[in-house]
């Protein structure tokens, strides 16, 4: 039987959603361990829509996976969540058709990204990126919708990432400020599919951008060199959540 779960993590104490070899502990290999106990000790494979590298978070993920054994959505919820880590949680346990893939089959992703341009707070710091200065917000802006589109997005992905295509579609990027909290930033990427460090990547050119030291409309230099070291430099990754999957 084939499950399809949501769920939500705090990637601080985790080396990255991928498991990985030796003891490094990972969101893959926390939940595999507890659902090869609910699968009567049988190994469980799962598979997400995608991997998020250490320290980035998700709000809801998504995840497919086999049992051996038919078991009632909200018991596999519960039993998930009561053995699972506090800081993984299950929201949501669906059984799905055998042919349902989390990763291939995906339409859209969308990523949040946040910056506090506000004074240094040491609570948040693991969960929003403590940049502590003043950001030229207009400028960010008139770049992130420069992105839109479908574009090679090879200036924006890890230097020896090597794949058969860089092209990628954003549907929609925007920067978004709740008027309760001015100092909070708020960077929203949706596209059909993203390459890895992509987002970061972006973030820390929007960055550059914001400081002034480039302009929103180098953009279109950046994407056309094809080349890493022409964008900025990387975001840190606790600001970065995983905000929905879409299919």
């Given at each position: 039987?084939?499950?399809c779960?949501?769920?939500?993590?705090?990637?601080?104490?985790?080396?990255?959603?991928?498991?990985?070899?030796?003891n490094?502990?990972?969101i893959?290999?926390?939940?595999?361990?507890?659902?090869?106990?609910?699968?009567?000790?049988t190994?469980?494979?799962?598979?997400?829509?995608?991997?998020?590298?250490?320290g980035?978070?998700?709000?809801?993920?998504?995840a497919?996976?086999?049992?051996?054994?038919?078991?009632?959505?909200?018991?596999?919820?519960?039993?998930?969540?009561?053995?699972?880590?506090?800081?993984?949680?299950?929201?949501?346990?669906?059984?799905?058709?055998?042919?349902?893939?989390?990763?291939?089959?995906?339409?859209?992703?969308e990523?949040?990204?946040?910056?506090?341009?506000?004074?240094?707070?040491?609570?948040?710091?693991?969960?929003?990126?403590?940049?502590?200065?003043?950001?030229d917000?207009?400028?960010?802006?008139?770049?992130?919708?420069?992105?839109?589109?479908?574009?090679?997005?090879?200036?924006?992905?890890?230097?020896?990432?090597?794949?058969?295509?860089?092209?990628?579609?954003?549907?929609?990027?925007?920067?978004?400020?709740?008027?309760?909290?001015?100092?909070?930033?708020?960077?929203?990427?949706?596209?059909?599919?993203?390459?890895?460090?992509?987002?970061?990547?972006?973030?820390?050119?929007?960055?550059?951008?914001?400081?002034?030291?480039?302009?929103?409309s180098?953009?279109?230099?950046?994407?056309?060199?094809?080349?890493?070291?022409?964008?900025?430099?990387?975001?840190?990754?606790?600001?970065?959540?995983?905000?929905?999957?879409?299919?």
């Open positions: 039987m084939r499950y779960i949501t769920f939500a993590y705090d990637g601080t104490n985790y080396n990255g959603y991928q498991k990985q070899p030796g490094r502990r990972t893959q290999k926390e939940l595999e361990k507890v659902l090869t106990k609910i699968n009567g000790n190994d469980v494979s799962v598979c997400a829509s995608g991997r998020t590298d250490a980035v978070h998700a709000l809801n993920q998504k497919h996976f086999d049992l051996t054994k038919e078991v009632a959505e909200d018991t596999l919820q519960d039993s998930l969540n009561k053995m699972l880590p506090d800081d993984i949680y299950v929201r949501k346990v669906e059984k799905v058709s055998e042919d349902f893939h989390a990763r291939f089959d995906v339409k859209a992703k990523y949040i990204y946040k910056i506090n341009v506000g004074e240094y707070d040491p609570i948040a710091k693991n969960y929003v990126y403590q940049y502590n200065k003043r950001l917000v207009a400028e960010m802006e008139r770049a992130l919708k420069y992105l839109e589109g479908e574009h090679n997005f090879k200036s924006f992905t890890k230097t020896d990432e090597e794949k058969d295509d860089y092209v990628r579609t954003i549907i929609q990027a925007s920067l978004i400020r709740d008027i309760k909290n001015m100092n909070e930033i708020v960077i929203a990427i949706m596209g059909t599919g993203f390459l890895r460090y992509m987002v970061r990547n972006i973030v820390g050119l929007l960055i550059e951008i914001g400081e002034g030291k480039r302009k929103s180098d953009i279109f230099e950046i994407i056309a060199a094809e080349g890493r070291t022409k964008a900025g430099k990387t975001a840190p990754p606790n600001g970065l959540y995983l905000k929905d999957v879409f299919y």
